[in-house]
């Protein structure tokens, strides 16, 4: 498969402060992303996606930002919250195929 | 309903023996897939069914045998395994495959440990 990764193997970050999670694919045919939280001894968790006709998507309390000239993609917290804390994923997908891909993971320490 | 649900949670096999991953899904999902997941490492996937048939195969070892006996199953069949095949399995469905992919659901994963 192609290669997704991640920048930031490790982010620490105090209680209140945003967050921010980046990840780069190589793949030009991927057109639709997820980011993923995992809590250890858990599943994979959806948290928010978006496709590649869009370059900015909002929930609550998380924003994902899609730069596709550079193949980026970032993952904002806000507010971050001691259960934030986990492993967090991105998976990129083309519509052809609908298999996901993941990148290496972030883990995200929130300190209160 | 989301829910993804795999048993048994935690599994202990020997080389030699033969056991199965159970996963099913009430959600009407028609793609659904196995990821095998190594400790601080990433999903990988492994298997993919659409509409009950087997569409990608990411080269995995015959001793994994996957079947979906309908659209609310998924099974994983081991058979000889090795030590290195111990990891976290996991098991997610998702609308459908193919054009217009939407996000996949996963389970909470069976813990095989092969001894």
């Known amino acids: 498969g192609e290669s997704v990764g991640l920048h930031l193997p490790t982010l620490s970050v105090q209680e209140g402060d945003n967050s921010i999670i980046n990840c780069a694919y190589s793949?030009?045919?991927?057109?639709?992303f997820i980011w993923y939280k995992q809590e250890s001894g858990k599943g994979p968790q959806f948290i928010i996606d978006?496709?590649?006709?869009?370059d900015k998507r909002q929930g609550q309390r998380v924003t994902v930002l899609l730069n596709k000239t550079v193949k980026h993609l970032s993952l904002q917290i806000a507010a971050t919250q001691p259960g934030d804390s986990a492993v967090y994923f991105c998976a990129e997908s083309s519509n052809n195929f609908n298999k996901f891909y993941f990148g290496s993971g972030t883990k995200l320490n929130v300190k209160p | 309903d989301t829910e993804v649900t795999q048993t048994p949670k935690h599994l202990v096999m020997g080389m030699t023996n033969k056991k199965s991953l159970k996963c099913e899904q009430h959600?009407?999902?028609?793609?659904m897939y196995w990821y095998k997941q190594k400790a601080k490492k990433p999903p990988e996937l492994m298997f993919v069914y659409s509409y009950e048939k087997l569409s990608i195969n990411e080269s995995v070892p015959s001793r994994f045998s996957p079947e979906c006996p309908n659209s609310s199953l998924l099974n994983l069949h081991l058979h000889a395994l090795q030590p290195e095949d111990s990891a976290l399995y996991l098991c997610?469905?998702?609308?459908?495959?193919?054009?217009?992919?939407?996000?996949?659901?996963f389970g909470q994963g069976t813990r095989l440990t092969v001894v």
């Open positions: 978006i496709r590649s006709n869009m």
């Open positions: 959600m009407g999902h028609r793609a």
């Open positions: 793949n030009s045919a991927s057109d639709y």
């Open positions: 997610a469905s998702s609308l459908r495959q193919g054009p217009a992919a939407t996000e996949a659901f």
